[in-house]
């Protein structure tokens, strides 16, 4: 599925994340940016240890921001890291604090000149965050940046597994 926003493309996909011919992927990192299960490993795994010795040099990022390092082997140009909430009751900001990880990671996009980004979702694996909340978070945040910044050209969700992507239809037919 997917939705024009401006001049921009948003769309959804089932799919790996670490497969994807975007310039950038994003990364759900934790703030060591040293490497992890889920995305984070499939990631480093795909990449090769170019990606974490690029990381080792950032020293760590706080929770709601974003880094970015080379693609090392992905096709994808650039890996944008950032690190998402651990999901406790909703009441520790972490609504605020999850879409200012997908709106840092589109200011850095910027930044760099890169007009096509793929993103997980992100806090929904090891970090609990409830998948239909997360998801509307995460389409509304970068709806309105696509709205107000029409040099990114594509934003992807990469959904991993039926479930992910139903819940991400449903926020985004719900928008
Ligand atoms: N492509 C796309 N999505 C994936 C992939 C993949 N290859 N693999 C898993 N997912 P998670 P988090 C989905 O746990 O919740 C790491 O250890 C997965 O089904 O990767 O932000 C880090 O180092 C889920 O829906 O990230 C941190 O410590 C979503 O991606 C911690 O996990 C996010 O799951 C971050 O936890």
Same mark, same amino acid.
């Given at each position: 599925?997917?939705?024009?926003? *401006?001049?921009?493309?948003?769309?959804?996909?089932? /799919? %790996? $994340?670490?497969?994807? %011919?975007?310039?950038?992927? @994003?990364?759900?990192?934790?703030? +060591?940016?040293? *490497? /992890?299960? *889920?995305? %984070? /490993?499939? =990631?480093?795994?795909?990449?090769?240890?170019?990606?974490?010795?690029?990381?080792?040099?950032?020293? /760590?990022?706080?929770?709601?921001?974003?880094?970015?390092?080379?693609?090392?082997?992905?096709?994808?140009?650039? @890996? $944008?890291?950032?690190?998402?909430?651990?999901?406790? %009751?909703?009441?520790?900001?972490?609504?605020?604090?999850?879409? +200012?990880?997908?709106?840092?990671?589109?200011?850095?996009?910027?930044?760099?000149?890169?007009?096509?980004?793929? !993103?997980? +979702?992100? +806090?929904?694996?090891?970090?609990?965050?409830?998948?239909?909340?997360?998801?509307?978070?995460?389409?509304?945040?970068?709806?309105?940046?696509?709205?107000?910044?029409?040099? =990114?050209?594509?934003?992807?969700? @990469?959904? !991993?597994?039926?479930?992910?992507?139903?819940?991400?239809?449903?926020?985004?037919?719900?928008?």
């Amino acid at each position: 599925m997917e939705i024009q926003v *401006g001049q921009s493309v948003l769309e959804l996909e089932e /799919g %790996d $994340i670490t497969r994807q %011919d975007t310039e950038a992927i @994003v990364n759900a990192a934790n703030t +060591s940016l040293l *490497g /992890g299960g *889920g995305v %984070d /490993g499939a =990631i480093h795994r795909a990449g090769g240890p170019k990606i974490l010795e690029e990381c080792r040099q950032l020293g /760590g990022c706080p929770t709601g921001e974003a880094r970015i390092t080379t693609g090392g082997n992905l096709q994808a140009r650039y @890996v $944008i890291h950032t690190v998402g909430p651990v999901y406790r %009751d909703g009441l520790h900001r972490e609504p605020e604090l999850l879409a +200012s990880c997908y709106r840092e990671s589109l200011k850095l996009a910027t930044a760099k000149g890169i007009k096509t980004v793929a !993103f997980p +979702s992100i +806090s929904t694996g090891a970090y609990g965050y409830p998948l239909a909340a997360a998801a509307r978070i995460a389409l509304q945040t970068v709806k309105a940046y696509l709205a107000e910044h029409p040099e =990114i050209e594509r934003v992807r969700f @990469v959904l !991993f597994g039926r479930a992910a992507y139903a819940a991400y239809e449903t926020a985004l037919k719900g928008l």
